[in-house]
Structure formats: structure tokens, C-alpha cells
């Protein structure tokens, strides 16, 4: 999959800051066909183009409570990681709480960011909803960690989906504020989004429009990495679709939320485009389809399934290989935090 990503600016990084990606994910809930499509796949070709570190969001993880399994998560997701294809020997892979750096700058962050601006970020009030009074005020806080996040090493480019990009940029705002407020122009670079495409969004196999969710009730509405070939097959088959028989325009399969979900699912699956994929199965039934689906589905995620399972029988390397990540992204983030300190002014 090719780097579709937009072209950074010459203003974005003027100080000429090495490029770098960084990306992350929450050890919550299990691992989907979602994360998988959306994000960990695309990240795999990104090791050869540009030095990356990928981080397992632990400090994130608690904005919702902590959790008891936390470092069995931790070690679930860096495993899906390496099966999905990340080297760590390419990339940087370690638990965001075992650099220092991620929660010391973010509390000088929170002093640049400005309570109007996190206002305004919509997941907050999706996952706080009628409660917020309620909720941590770490989950309100959690959009200015993300920019520590990235800043602490200086990234300058972000692979997002839709739901995150609001999140960028005010990661990018806050930058830009830093360096105006304490005359450090170029300090942090602003990251890019890199979107890669292309990149869809999967929806659940139980409603066309609501996004595939670690969150939602029901099991049946998502495929996760560890399910066995059986349970993959058994969900496509059980997805709601519609009576009608594939065929017709793109258009008029996007007025059919499901069973355009599905199309969709199989082209990302197949590394081809949705339109070839509607072409290919006109006129045939879902249920036929179905059948075809599970199968690719089962050729695709049965390997990272095994290769995940194996990764878990031996924790003490997965820890060593976390522990070798989280070194090597100190030595990046601990000088980095060094000048933020003294551009900050502390003794």
C-alpha cells in the first residue's frame, strides 16, 4: 500500500527536525478487523520510508479506570503489532509509561493548551455524554497527552483516521503556541497527518452505521484478531445485509449501509478496489457472498491470529522486546524534554 499522505508544508517544520512517525494504540478491549484495516495494517510499509516509533498507549488506557489486566493488554497489543508485521528492530515498539517524558511534558502542555480548545473536541463529548461531570478529568485532558505524545519525539507525521484528526490539530495548535509564547520558533515541528489510502472506515456487522467498536455489546458486531477461523466465519455469516442482490452502482450500494459495510470489508481484505469488488460479485446473493467472504477473511487473520498466539506463550520476551523499545525511545524523548525544560524556564 502506497503512502498517500499530504504534503507537509514548508512552514511545518522551518528548525528541519529529522522525520519521524508515531502512532498508537489503547491496551482496552480486544483488537478488530477495524484497528487492523484502519490503522496497524497501513503502518507495517511506513518502517521503510521513515524512522517510526509505535507506542502501546497504556497512560490513555486509565482515562476510562484502571484496569487489573493492564500489563497482560500491554503485552496483547504489542504481540499484534510484531504479527501484523512491525519489526522491532525497525521500529520503536514500548508501553508509553515506561518514558517518563509522555506525562511530565504533557502537564507543561496542559499550561500551553487552552480549556476552549478542548471544549470543542468532539470525542469527549461522545464518551462522556450526559455525565461528563462524572467522568476523569483525564479523559478531558487526554486529547493534550496525545500531543505530548507525538511532541516528545518531535514527530512529524501522524498517521490518523477521521476520529483522531481533530486531535492533531490541536496537537499542531499547541506546538504552534509553545513556540510562539516562549520565542522558540521551530522548537516543535507541527506533525502531518498522514493518510493512508486507501483506508477505510469499518462499520459494524450489526448496524451499516455505527463504526466497528471494541465498546459495542455485542460480540457479533465485530471481528476480533483473536477470534478463531470458526468464530470469523460464523459473524460474516450472521452480518445484517439486506434481501436484495449485490448489484448497481456505487451509489446505490452506499444507500445500503451493510451490505455496501461488507463490499467495503472485502476489498480492503483483497488489496482491491470496492468498485472491482462490486463488479466481481453483481447479481449474486449474500449468501453466496458471504461464504467468499469468511473464507478471505480467514486467510487474511488466521495467520496473525497464530502468529499472536505463539508471541503470548513467552511474556519474558515480550516484555525484554517492550523494555529494548521503551530504552530506545528514551534516548529520544528524555534530551527532547531536557530543552522543552529549560525553553520553559526551570532551573
Known sequence: MTDQAVQTPATSNPAGHPERVFSGVQPTGNLHLGNYLGAIRNWVPLQDQRPSIFCVVDLHAITAGFEPDLAD?????????????????????????????????????????????????????????????????????????????????????????????????????IAQKFNNDLNVPGFFPQPEPLILGPTPRVMSLRDGK????????????????????EEIAAKIRKARTDPEPIGGTME????????????????????????????????????????????????????????????LTDKAEIDRVLEDGAARARAIAMPI???????????
Not at 210 to 224: E, V, W
Not at 283 to 303: C, H, R, W
Not at 337 to 347: D, P, V
Open 73 to 173: 493488554k500491554t503485552r496483547e497489543i504489542a504481540a499484534a503489532y510484531i504479527a501484523c508485521g512491525i519489526d522491532p528492530k525497525k521500529s520503536i515498539v514500548f508501553p508509553q509509561s515506561r518514558v517518563s517524558a509522555h506525562a511530565e511534558l504533557a502537564w507543561i502542555l496542559n499550561c500551553v493548551a487552552r480549556i476552549g480548545w478542548l471544549d470543542r473536541m468532539t470525542q469527549f463529548k461522545d464518551k462522556a455524554g450526559k455525565h461528563k461531570e462524572r467522568v476523569s478529568v483525564g479523559l478531558y485532558a487526554y486529547p493534550v497527552l496525545m500531543a505530548a505524545d507525538i511532541l516528545a519525539y518531535r514527530a512529524t507525521h501522524v498517521p490518523v483516521g477521521e476520529d483522531q484528526k481533530q486531535h492533531l490539530e490541536l496537537a499542531r495548535d
Open 210 to 229: 455505527a463504526k466497528m467498536s471494541k465498546s459495542d455489546a455485542s460480540d457479533l458486531s465485530r471481528i476480533n484478531l483473536k477470534d478463531s477461523d
Open 252 to 311: 446505490e450500494m452506499d444507500a445500503r449501509p451493510e451490505a455496501s459495510n461488507l463490499l467495503g470489508i472485502y476489498a480492503a481484505l483483497a488489496g482491491k478496489p470496492k468498485a472491482d469488488i462490486l463488479e466481481q460479485f453483481e447479481g449474486a446473493q449474500f449468501s453466496t457472498f458471504k461464504n467468499e467472504l469468511a473464507d478471505l477473511a480467514v486467510s487474511v487473520l488466521g495467520p496473525i491470529r497464530q502468529r499472536m498466539a505463539a508471541l
Open 337 to 347: 524534554l531536557a530543552e522543552t525544560r529549560k525553553a520553559a524556564g526551570f532551573l
